[in-house]
């Protein structure tokens, strides 16, 4: 029922406003069905038509009065849906006094108020200019061409001034459109490049509108900046860090809060590109000033910047840390549909690689049908690890086989079960050889950590930071290594 969804979509503040906004309203009947409405259980599958009927009419129900409770119903949808708009256009004018401003002298225009009117859109007009608001200001030019163009008389005075006016909107609506042009490419310059991880056949992201094309007074620094962002994903190396440089010079001179937000995506984009070189130092400065900048300007870190961090950590084995970011993160974040899961399946690694098996094994997700093939893999590793680690290697080594048998079975397999399937058999084989003598225990071990020195030339570069392959590689670097101690 879409009214009762749009109730439930109300806080209660919002639902305590709105029905003193239907006090109004002469239907009382309007006021006792949303009363009525209120009270419901969220989920509820389908209100009670002849409760819904008695509330509000205080009368029985009966199919003949059925469009009395339709009509309203659709009422009721109505006001919802123009209160929640307003308070969508609250938001948006307390998140820009610009916005705020053209509506009041829309308003002052509409009643006639031609002295406040002009003082209004002189400072209106000159802070949008100011704060590279240009859509908004071609607005407010309208209004002030409107009132040269019909209401005044006819003077060449007057003209020349609507001539003047013109040419100043047209500039307005180029930049403008350069403004709304330069995110779309930067948005099809990142998602192309991100589909080339997935496709190494994919080709390169198309480049951005040459700036050659454009007069230098079209582009603001907040243009120039996101044209260099995009125009970064056509490079790669310290090449791509050093346009994304050029963009953040850029940026630096933007005046608007939410650049804030842009300078935590460069920086971002930064670190991944020196990670990615193996730059580590370069990788751990661009992320230090992530964290500055984020904390400085009270800008909370988005999904992609909290993932790549705590991923970051890890790579340096600095599980503790690691460990201690995400518990830093707010619940919405560790709960985030996008990352969430594959921050709790490498949170349970952390553990695994700290040799906590009983926390790792809190990170556990009972369905995993709907993650991503790694993330699955990931959160099977979890399980044997922990048995190993409680002592039960036996178990472990079971497990493994059910493991094997999984995805042995299957008709196609992907590439990434192909490596995982290779990898359970050299955990079964630690385990065989833990679980077998004790003598012949670090030579076997040996053997296992040198053909899992050939896993990255076999699989590929993309399963180097692999934590399950890490686990196993120190458990048999360890175990072979106590072995020529004792000899």
Same mark, same amino acid.
């Given at each position: 029922?879409?009214?009762?969804?749009?109730?439930?979509?109300?806080?209660?503040?919002?639902?305590?406003?709105?029905?003193?906004?239907?006090?109004?309203?002469?239907?009382?009947?309007?006021?006792?069905?949303?009363?009525?409405?209120?009270?419901?259980?969220?989920?509820?599958?389908?209100?009670?038509?002849?409760?819904?009927?008695?509330?509000?009419?205080?009368?029985?129900?009966?199919?003949?009065?059925?469009?009395?409770?339709?009509?309203?119903?659709?009422?009721?949808?109505?006001?919802?849906?123009?209160?929640?708009?307003?308070?969508?256009?609250? #938001?948006?004018?307390?998140?820009?006094?610009?916005?705020?401003?053209?509506?009041?002298?829309?308003?002052?225009?509409?009643?006639?108020?031609?002295?406040?009117?002009?003082?209004?859109?002189?400072?209106?007009?000159?802070?949008?200019?100011?704060?590279?608001?240009?859509?908004?200001?071609?607005?407010?030019?309208?209004?002030?061409?409107?009132?040269?163009?019909?209401?005044?008389?006819?003077?060449?005075?007057?003209?020349?001034?609507?001539?003047?006016?013109?040419?100043?909107?047209?500039?307005?609506?180029?930049?403008?459109?350069?403004?709304?042009?330069?995110?779309?490419?930067?948005?099809?310059?990142?998602?192309?490049?991100?589909?080339?991880?997935?496709?190494?056949?994919?080709?390169?992201?198309?480049?951005?509108?040459?700036?050659?094309?454009?007069?230098?007074?079209?582009?603001?620094?907040?243009?120039?900046?996101?044209?260099?962002?995009?125009?970064?994903?056509?490079?790669?190396?310290?090449?791509?860090?050093?346009?994304?440089?050029?963009?953040?010079? #850029?940026?630096?001179?933007?005046?608007?809060?939410?650049?804030?937000?842009?300078?935590?995506?460069?920086?971002?984009?930064?670190?991944?590109?020196?990670?990615?070189?193996?730059?580590?130092?370069?990788?751990?400065?661009?992320?230090?000033?992530?964290?500055?900048?984020?904390?400085?300007?009270?800008?909370?870190?988005?999904?992609?910047?909290?993932?790549?961090?705590?991923?970051?950590?890890?790579?340096?084995?600095?599980?503790?840390?690691?460990?201690?970011?995400?518990?830093?993160?707010?619940?919405?974040?560790?709960?985030?549909?996008?990352?969430?899961?594959?921050?709790?399946?490498?949170?349970?690694?952390?553990?695994?690689?700290?040799?906590?098996?009983?926390?790792?094994?809190?990170?556990?997700?009972?369905?995993?049908?709907?993650?991503?093939?790694?993330?699955?893999?990931?959160?099977?590793?979890?399980?044997?690890?922990?048995?190993?680690?409680?002592?039960?290697?036996?178990?472990?080594?079971?497990?493994?086989?059910?493991?094997?048998?999984?995805?042995?079975?299957?008709?196609?397999?992907?590439?990434?079960?192909?490596?995982?399937?290779?990898?359970?058999?050299?955990?079964?084989?630690?385990?065989?050889?833990?679980?077998?003598?004790?003598?012949?225990?670090?030579?076997?071990?040996?053997?296992?950590?040198?053909?899992?020195?050939?896993? #990255?030339?076999?699989?590929?570069?993309?399963?180097?930071?692999?934590?399950?392959?890490?686990?196993?590689?120190?458990?048999?670097?360890?175990?072979?290594?106590?072995?020529?101690?004792?000899?």
């Amino acid at each position: 029922m879409k009214t009762l969804a749009l109730i439930d979509s109300l806080t209660t503040g919002e639902r305590k406003t709105f029905e003193s906004v239907i006090k109004t309203h002469k239907r009382q009947s309007l006021q006792k069905l949303f009363r009525h409405l209120c009270k419901l259980k969220r989920g509820k599958a389908s209100p009670d038509k002849a409760r819904m009927f008695a509330a509000a009419f205080d009368t029985a129900y009966s199919q003949a009065k059925d469009y009395l409770l339709r009509n309203e119903l659709r009422l009721l949808n109505d006001r919802l849906q123009a209160f929640l708009v307003n308070r969508e256009f609250e #938001h948006a004018c307390g998140e820009n006094r610009h916005l705020f401003k053209l509506w009041l002298l829309k308003a002052q225009r509409r009643r006639k108020l031609k002295q406040q009117f002009e003082l209004s859109y002189r400072s209106a007009y000159r802070a949008a200019c100011e704060d590279q608001q240009d859509e908004l200001a071609t607005e407010m030019l309208e209004l002030q061409l409107y009132e040269l163009v019909n209401e005044r008389e006819i003077t060449d005075e007057g003209y020349a001034r609507v001539v003047d006016l013109t040419n100043k909107q047209l500039r307005h609506i180029k930049r403008a459109f350069i403004q709304g042009l330069r995110p779309k490419e930067l948005r099809r310059a990142w998602v192309v490049d991100t589909l080339r991880y997935f496709d190494s056949q994919e080709p390169a992201p198309a480049p951005a509108e040459s700036l050659d094309l454009l007069s230098p007074d079209l582009n603001n620094p907040y243009t120039l900046s996101t044209y260099y962002n995009a125009l970064s994903y056509r490079h790669e190396d310290m090449q791509r860090v050093a346009v994304c440089e050029k963009a953040l010079e #850029h940026l630096m001179q933007c005046k608007d809060k939410n650049n804030n937000m842009r300078k935590l995506v460069l920086f971002t984009n930064m670190a991944l590109e020196c990670r990615r070189l193996n730059k580590i130092d370069d990788a751990a400065r661009y992320y230090a000033k992530l964290l500055q900048t984020s904390q400085r300007y009270r800008e909370p870190l988005q999904a992609s910047a909290v993932y790549n961090y705590f991923s970051f950590l890890i790579f340096q084995d600095k599980y503790r840390d690691a460990i201690r970011f995400y518990h830093e993160q707010p619940k919405e974040m560790q709960d985030n549909p996008r990352i969430g899961h594959k921050l709790r399946c490498k949170m349970g690694m952390c553990h695994i690689l700290l040799n906590d098996p009983d926390t790792a094994l809190e990170f556990l997700e009972t369905s995993l049908r709907e993650r991503p093939a790694r993330v699955q893999f990931y959160f099977r590793f979890i399980p044997i690890c922990a048995l190993f680690l409680r002592g039960d290697a036996e178990s472990a080594l079971r497990e493994c086989g059910n493991l094997i048998g999984s995805i042995r079975y299957k008709d196609q397999r992907a590439t990434m079960e192909e490596f995982y399937l290779a990898l359970l058999r050299q955990y079964s084989s630690y385990f065989e050889a833990v679980l077998g003598p004790p003598g012949d225990c670090p030579q076997r071990c040996g053997r296992i950590a040198a053909k899992l020195t050939q896993f #990255h030339a076999d699989y590929g570069p993309e399963y180097k930071d692999d934590l399950p392959l890490l686990w196993l590689s120190r458990q048999c670097e360890e175990r072979s290594t106590q072995g020529e101690k004792h000899q």
